[in-house]
């Protein structure tokens, strides 16, 4: 099995990070520069934040039959928990064989 990651991109910001928000890389285009140091900051957490939403949904379709009948409390023990509206962006990242719904 392949490392599973999310990755997330805007204003010329690219993350990776593996599930639970480690981030494996960053990367800046010139743009990204010119947003001034806190916009840039707020812009990499959002990038960070989005990306971690990715490789956590992957994780818990990958593990999904594991996973069955934990709550969000153990789920985020486990570093596997996102908001709602970052779950539902995530979703539309997961590969059709994963899906479970008809």
Do not use: F
């Amino acid at each position: 099995m392949s490392a599973i990651t999310g990755c997330a991109s805007a204003a010329g910001i690219t993350v990776e990070v593996h599930p639970g928000g480690t981030m494996s890389s960053l990367s800046l285009e010139a743009r990204a520069l010119t947003l001034g140091p806190d916009r840039l900051a707020a812009a990499i957490v959002t990038a960070v934040a989005e990306a971690t939403a990715v490789a956590n949904q992957r994780t818990k379709n990958a593990l999904r039959e594991a996973l069955t009948g934990l709550g969000e409390a153990e789920l985020a023990a486990l570093g596997l928990h996102q908001a709602a509206d970052l779950t539902e962006r995530a979703e539309t990242t997961t590969p059709p064989t994963w899906r479970t719904d008809p």
